[in-house]
Structures are given as structure tokens and as C-alpha cells.
């Protein structure tokens, strides 16, 4: 094998690993939205206010409203 063909193997195996973390990274990070929005809607169904929702998922109340509005649970 030359040198140039052992870098350039290098140089794939390095970027696939570098790919793969941060897709597990951005997964990890989908995950966490999807589980705040949960919370967040089924908090606001059963009546807690968007400032205790912003407290409880540690999101700023112009985010908690943005998701709302987002899932059509308030109006603009």
C-alpha cells in the first residue's frame, strides 16, 4: 500500500467517524426537543401556564409559545 492510498484510507475512516458522531449528537439533540414539546403539550392540555412550562423544561417562555403556536394550541 502506498502512502498516498494509507492517507487517503485514513482520511475516509476519520470523516466517517466524525459523520457518525455528529449525527449522534444532532439525534441526541431531536431527542431532547421532542421530549421538552412533549411535556410542554401535555402540560398546557391539563392547565399549567406557559411560565411554569418554561420553568419545568428550562426553555424561555417566548420558546414554550413558539411550540404552542407551532402545534396550533394557541393563536398568534
Do not use: P
Amino acid at each position: 500500500m502506498t502512502t498516498y492510498t494509507w492517507m487517503k484510507e485514513e482520511g475516509i475512516q476519520e470523516g466517517l467517524q466524525k459523520g457518525r458522531q455528529e449525527g449522534r449528537q444532532e439525534g441526541k439533540q431531536e431527542g431532547i426537543l421532542e421530549k421538552e414539546t412533549e411535556v410542554i403539550l401535555q402540560g398546557y392540555e391539563e392547565g399549567l401556564n406557559i411560565h411554569l412550562l418554561a420553568k419545568i423544561t428550562k426553555l424561555s417562555e417566548q420558546e414554550v409559545i413558539k411550540i404552542l403556536k407551532e402545534h396550533q394550541k394557541i393563536n398568534d
